[in-house]
């Protein structure tokens, strides 16, 4: 956050009202993927509840979601590209221990090669489970709300715009989306990542 403060004064103004940035980190490897799938496209509070049926149901591994049938997937909450995705995902076998050992550029490119993994799904799994402190998902809806209104923009930056408006950011930017997030957060009462 000193970064941030010392490299823009929208957040040097800001960084007082933000507060302590949460760090939602979580363990790598197939459940932190599955999470992020869940979480495509839908509120934060539709993911929480699909997540929390996946959870009671016992589908949180890549063998319970290979053993489980289609209407199963269904009753969760799961649409049918989800619960494909996540199959895909479960019988490619990926080596999560070796993804962590891998450069940004490169994890990123492993995971958008599995099913239903696009660069904001691979992005959101290097931060919250590897805790890489330079991945900005800036294809986030949320990110790009927050960024249009604590820099009073009359229009929200579409992800290419986004990315340019971080560059300063760097080497933190990971830092970055999570003061948006938390401004975010703020401003609409309600949260924007799960």
């Excluded at 927050?146 to 933190?172: F, H, I, K, S």
Aim: proline letters at 6%; a positive charge.
């Amino acid at each position: 956050m000193a970064h941030l403060v010392a490299a823009c004064p929208v957040w040097a103004r800001m960084a007082p009202e933000i507060g302590p940035l949460p760090l939602r980190r979580r363990p790598d490897g197939f459940e932190a993927i599955a999470s992020a799938i869940v979480g495509q496209q839908i509120s934060v509070a539709a993911a929480g509840a699909i997540w929390a049926r996946m959870e009671a149901a016992g589908l949180l591994t890549p063998q319970a979601i290979a053993a489980a049938d289609e209407d199963v997937l269904r009753a969760v909450g799961l649409s049918r590209s989800k619960a494909r995705y996540l199959r895909g995902i479960a019988a490619a076998g990926l080596d999560w221990d070796g993804l962590r050992a891998l450069p940004d550029d490169q994890a990123i490119a492993t995971l958008v090669a599995l099913p239903g993994i696009g660069v904001w799904t691979a992005e959101i799994y290097l931060k919250f489970a590897l805790g890489r402190a330079d991945v900005f998902a800036a294809g986030d809806l949320a990110l790009q709300e927050a960024a249009r209104m604590m820099y009073g923009l009359d229009a929200r930056p579409g992800p290419a715009a986004l990315r340019q408006m971080a560059e300063p950011w760097r080497p933190w930017r990971a830092v970055a989306a999570r003061g948006l997030w938390a401004y975010y957060r703020l401003a609409k009462n309600r949260e924007g990542v799960r």
